[in-house]
């Protein structure tokens, strides 16, 4: 496709479960940024991957939260042990390289009960 | 701590007159900024940006002016349009940190009535 592309765009689940969240970048977008929006919120960076270099953690806000990228493509966030407060729009963003805007996908929007 | 602050949540405007967004900062070594548009159900797309070279940016409708000195810097649209109705967010990079990483503001929602 053209654009990034999120899945799931809605996920509920219990507080206490683990979820998986992917992002399909755009193709030969070497740069790709994990972001939340909580309600009322703004964007929250949470994590960033640029090619083979380690990725950028420093957002995360606990260790139940980790994310990869295979291939230099995809990527998936996994939060573990789900609370209430995670609840919030999951939004995933790639860029081609420095001093280019990033492209966002749609979000997931994740509701924890 | 909030490196980027958009103070007013909301902006009620009239079709046809200026809508102006405001942004603040208080990293001086923010040398990128840019603005993007949200709506509903759909990710933040890309507005206009400037560099900290320049004070004035324009494409279209959409102007962007940078104050350094008072880190400050605003987005004017003018005419609005209804279909301009949308969540705005101002967003900042560092170059010494990473020119790809954007730090951006809460967001203020601009509604264009007729």
């Known amino acids: 496709g053209a654009g990034v592309s999120q899945s799931p765009s809605n996920k509920v689940t219990e507080k206490g479960k683990d979820v998986e969240l992917r992002c399909d970048p755009i193709?030969?977008?070497?740069?790709l940024y994990w972001y939340r929006q909580s309600l009322g919120q703004g964007l929250e960076f949470l994590i960033y991957f640029q090619g083979n270099s380690a990725p950028d953690k420093s957002g995360l806000p606990s260790d139940r939260f980790s994310a990869e990228r295979t291939g230099g493509s995809v990527s998936t966030l996994t939060i573990q042990r789900t609370q209430q407060e995670d609840s919030a729009v999951y939004l995933c963003?790639?860029?081609?390289?420095?001093?280019?805007?990033?492209?966002f996908g749609n979000g997931t929007r994740l509701t924890v009960t | 701590d909030q490196q980027v602050k958009q103070n007013s949540p909301s902006l009620s405007v009239q079709e046809g007159r200026i809508s102006i967004l405001n942004c603040d900062y208080t990293?001086?070594?923010?040398?990128?900024f840019l603005w993007y548009k949200k709506y509903p159900a759909e990710g933040p797309t890309f507005l206009i940006s400037?560099?900290?070279?320049?004070d004035k940016n324009e494409d279209g409708r959409f102007t962007v002016f940078l104050n350094k000195s008072a880190k400050h810097l605003s987005l004017h649209i003018v005419p609005s349009q209804p279909g301009d109705s949308a969540v705005y967010f101002c967003?900042?990079?560092?170059?010494?940190?990473?020119?790809?990483?954007?730090?951006f503001g809460t967001g203020t929602r601009l509604q264009v009535f007729p």
């Open positions: 963003a790639s860029g081609p390289g420095a001093g280019s805007p990033l492209h």
């Open positions: 990293n001086s070594m923010f040398d990128y």
């Open positions: 967003a900042a990079s560092d170059p010494l940190y990473n020119t790809d990483k954007l730090i």
């Open positions: 400037i560099s900290s070279i320049k």
């Open positions: 193709s030969g977008h070497t740069a």
